[in-house]
């Protein structure tokens, strides 16, 4: 269900119960989750599949030129009354088309009741949100993190996430989703402000919301 975060009870904790993540707090200062916009949630996920397999900067591109088509305000009615023509001269594949006619789908048909994500538990939301083609756990568990503002989200299959634990915690091998989960048991329940401290250590910017 939705939370909003005490951020500085959150370090407190996470200092407590683990000290390396204490050491990545005293390193890189305040949680910059709470940063993060809380925008349309129908754009978020449109710009995520954008974003699919794309540098940061041709992502940003087309996602504009998507939001251009509709004065900078697409909804799934808007999208409909435009061809898939027009939406490949974005710059979009067939492929990630197809998936955003998919999302719409699920949106107008109710499938999808985006109003209803921030009253829904974090594994209701992964579902509701896996069911639409394109969108997959990362991309859910990201929405999670910087739309919803969850506090205990571990994307085990973030590949940042999987070099920041290897390096902080001195682990010879590359830790699996297994052992990844066993580490981050004591970080609850703050695991998405213990996140974003990793990507924070590796002097990347964590995923930006947009990326949800």
């Excluded at 954008?50 to 088509?69: N, P, W």
């Excluded at 974090?122 to 990362?138: C, F, H, N, P, S």
């Excluded at 859910?140 to 506090?151: I, K, N, T, V």
């Excluded at 970080?187 to 590796?202: E, T």
Aim: glycine content about 6%; charged content about 20%.
């Amino acid at each position: 269900m939705p939370v909003s975060t005490d951020y500085a009870r959150a370090r407190r904790v996470l200092a407590r119960k683990d000290p390396v993540i204490g050491g990545l707090m005293r390193a890189h200062g305040a949680c910059g989750l709470a940063d993060a916009q809380h925008t349309d949630p129908f754009v978020a996920l449109v710009h995520a599949i954008c974003s699919q397999q794309l540098s940061t900067k041709a992502a940003a591109t087309i996602a504009g030129r998507f939001d251009a088509l509709f004065d900078g305000i697409p909804t799934p009615a808007l999208v409909a009354t435009v061809s898939d023509p027009q939406l490949r001269a974005v710059g979009l594949s067939g492929q990630k088309v197809a998936y955003i006619r998919d999302l719409c789908l699920h949106i107008t048909t109710g499938f999808l009741p985006l109003e209803a994500l921030d009253a829904m538990s974090d594994d209701d939301v992964v579902a509701a949100l896996t069911a639409v083609k394109g969108i997959g756990r990362w991309t859910a568990e990201m929405f999670l993190m910087f739309r919803l503002h969850r506090p205990d989200v571990l994307p085990v299959g973030d590949l940042g996430i999987v070099k920041a634990v290897q390096k902080a915690y001195r682990l010879r091998a590359v830790p699996t989703p297994e052992r990844l989960t066993r580490i981050g048991e004591s970080w609850r329940p703050y695991r998405s402000v213990a996140c974003w401290y990793l990507w924070a250590s590796l002097q990347n910017t964590p995923p930006a919301a947009d990326k949800a």
